[in-house]
């Protein structure tokens, strides 16, 4: 069972170049994973912590779910270091934020992980702390009432300003806010209410800090991601060195070679050009590191429209 992952979940070419100035996002769809041998097989690759978690869930979905996510995560780390998906190990620090075991990785890659009902992301780089954050939209939530209580003022006053149709930018508030503190690895130990973001389809996306020990990274950069219809994804990046990146997406499949994904960028965020195109079987979002936009913002105000 443990080969069947290895080989058909990575594909038959399971090298990948992972250049300096990329960032590479990966997509399952639990939909895709619905082989009965699947469990199984994903048990044999995590390791005892990992399935000890999964024992502690209560739901059949839930379990497959974590499954699914935690699969990708080595799958997709061993698409760019000589090492199998069970072999690798991993630590956190004290607010829970994993990395790769420095005893075993001495030149880590940066990653960050996480899932929604029915599909999964995982965002791996070379040069930058990242966080990733993915939401099912079109599921009920009392979007005013928990602006109020966890956003800022600013953007629960945006919020009440857009309801009812604005219900999908309280997933883009969300997922930018859990996927920044991601990035910075501080975890809900930096309320959500101390620092906002300012989203706007005229201009890019911004962020406010009034947090005592909150400063701003130099070089942070934030993207809003429509992998399909009805989720959302949102990508923080704190550069060490101020430089262009780029973003591809890929979906992840249990018995092909990996696949470009076809997705649409959510909306202008602060220095990112999003553009949606194929460059060698791949989906690019480039980022700017002087906040400069340019050539995509047709593109953006489309994926608005669509909502």
């Not at 048990?43 to 209560?58: C, M, S, T």
């Not at 919020?159 to 883009?172: D, I, T």
């Not at 980022?287 to 593109?299: A, H, L, M, N, Q």
Request: net charge neutral; with cysteine; charged share 25%.
């Amino acid at each position: 069972m443990t080969q069947w992952v290895s080989s058909h979940f990575l594909g038959e070419n399971p090298w990948l170049c992972l250049p300096e100035d990329e960032i590479h996002l990966w997509f399952a769809f639990a939909g895709d994973f619905e082989d009965p041998h699947f469990p199984v097989a994903a048990r044999k690759v995590l390791d005892p912590g990992e399935i000890a978690r999964v024992e502690r869930l209560r739901h059949a979905k839930d379990r497959h779910l974590f499954l699914l996510s935690h699969l990708l995560a080595r799958t997709a780390l061993s698409r760019y270091r000589p090492r199998s998906p069970e072999e690798w190990r991993f630590v956190r620090n004290s607010h829970g934020k994993p990395s790769l075991d420095p005893e075993t990785e001495p030149v880590p890659l940066q990653f960050s992980l996480s899932h929604t009902t029915g599909l999964s992301v995982f965002a791996v780089t070379r040069t930058a702390d990242i966080g990733v954050d993915v939401e099912m939209v079109n599921r009920p939530v009392e979007a005013l009432k928990l602006s109020r209580r966890f956003f800022s003022p600013d953007e629960a006053a945006h919020l009440r300003k857009m309801a009812p149709e604005g219900l999908s930018h309280f997933f883009y508030y969300w997922t930018l806010k859990e996927s920044f503190l991601k990035a910075l690895g501080r975890g809900l130990s930096l309320p959500l209410d101390s620092f906002a973001f300012h989203l706007s389809e005229e201009r890019p996306c911004r962020i406010t800090l009034s947090g005592k020990d909150l400063q701003h990274p130099e070089g942070c950069r934030f993207a809003l991601i429509q992998p399909t219809k009805g989720y959302v994804a949102a990508l923080s990046v704190a550069l060490r060195q101020p430089k262009p990146m780029k973003v591809a997406c890929f979906r992840a499949l249990p018995f092909e070679e990996a696949a470009s994904l076809d997705w649409t960028p959510a909306g202008l965020s602060e220095g990112v050009e999003c553009i949606s195109r194929d460059h060698g079987g791949r989906s690019y979002c480039r980022f700017f590191p002087d906040g400069g936009v340019g050539g995509c913002k047709s593109r953006v105000k489309k994926a608005y429209e669509q909502e």
